[in-house]
């Protein structure tokens, strides 16, 4: 299982050329948790202990590995139009 203890920081696009791409696919209140244990969609294991206060915002990059990365995606969730 991977830990992740730090909040997102910006990451070069140059930096992730040659890795694969694995999404946390999270709803926008899972997005505002900052303790949680998730499965990525490619079947990684990770587990959230973020500092209070964080965000997360689809696109971020929580992880770069050194043959993958990891990124937010938004989950598509039902909403009520007025």
């Known amino acids: 299982m991977r830990l992740i203890t730090e909040a997102p920081a910006r990451v070069d696009a140059a930096a992730l050329a040659g ?19 998730a499965v990525t969609t490619a079947g990684r294991e990770i587990a959230l202990a973020l500092p ?4 997360l915002e689809p696109g971020d990059v929580l992880a770069v590995e050194a043959d993958w990365y990891l990124v937010v995606e938004a989950r598509p969730e039902p909403v009520l139009v007025l």
Request: zero cysteines; aromatic letters at 8%; hydrophobic letters at 25%.
């Open 52 to 55: 209070t206060g964080t965000v």
């Open 19 to 37: 890795r694969a791409r694995d999404t946390l696919r999270l709803t926008w209140e899972e997005r505002r948790w900052t303790r949680k244990r």
